[in-house]
């Protein structure tokens, strides 16, 4: 099974950049997609919903903001929305497919970059997350949770690092928040295990040169329960697929759905 995963920021303007086309092309299982901003019924045009794919989509209550997305090749059981606080539900960050015995995430945690009030909420959202994934725990499925976790967990993880560890995306309890996911809870970051080379990156910023001279950070993640470490195959960054500001993430499980 191929799970593949990008931040669009927004799926039109990466539509008429030629998103679905690659998405055929690649033909993987399953692509989560990020800040569509876009309503579900904005997508009702056949080009959102390419042949061979089930999409299933949560937006967010403000219009051209936030929202997640699924392109599943088989229909999955259920299909779960939300987490049940509003941080979460009102900005549509969270669909949850569930086969028979993996469930397969797309979400978004929110950027704090903008003031401090924005973080205030990040840490809020990454306080009520971490309650859900602890629940995870006690559940008899695997879980792969893709998305914009909009964290840098190490030094390698980012360009410029020293000088970039009093901002959003890469504070001190931003980074202990992913230790305990980690290393407390078990989760895997399956990107990581295949891959230990530094300058990774699935995220560069809107300045003229941050792509081509690879200024950028690793804050896109596919992340799966402990159980499930041994079926991670291959991880790759599809850099040179440009829809967004992020790169799409790929990782390939042996697992049959």
């Not at 903001?65 to 969270?94: N, Q, W």
């Not at 797309?106 to 629940?135: C, I, T, W």
Request: hydrophobic share 40%; charged share 25%.
């Amino acid at each position: 099974m191929r799970v593949i995963t990008l931040n669009v920021q927004g799926i039109k303007q990466a539509a008429e950049k030629g998103l679905f086309d690659w998405m055929l092309k690649q033909d993987a299982d399953v692509y989560c997609l990020q800040d569509i901003q876009a309503k579900e019924y904005q997508l009702d045009d056949a080009l959102y919903h390419p042949d061979g794919y089930y999409p299933y989509f949560f937006d967010a209550f403000e219009d051209n903001y936030s929202g997640v997305a699924l392109y599943c090749k088989k229909p999955p059981k259920a299909i779960m929305t939300g987490l049940g606080f509003e941080l979460c539900d009102f900005h549509g960050r969270f669909i949850q497919a569930d086969y028979d015995k993996v469930s397969i995430v797309s979400m978004s945690v929110p950027s704090g970059l903008k003031d401090d009030a924005a973080q205030s909420q990040k840490f809020h959202f990454m306080e009520h997350f971490l309650n859900y994934l602890r629940k995870t725990l006690r559940k008899r499925r695997q879980f792969i949770f893709c998305g914009t976790w909009s964290i840098a967990h190490k030094t390698i993880d980012l360009s410029n690092w020293y000088v970039n560890q009093k901002h959003s995306g890469f504070l001190a309890e931003e980074r202990q928040w992913l230790d305990v996911v980690f290393n407390e809870l078990g989760f895997i970051d399956a990107f990581r295990e295949i891959n230990h080379v530094d300058h990774q990156f699935t995220w560069w910023p809107p300045y003229n040169r941050a792509w081509s001279l690879n200024e950028g950070a690793r804050i896109d993640y596919q992340v799966t329960t402990s159980e499930l470490r041994k079926t991670i195959q291959t991880a790759k960054i599809h850099k040179a697929a440009r829809f967004s500001e992020h790169a799409p993430l790929e990782i390939e499980y042996k697992i049959d759905l």
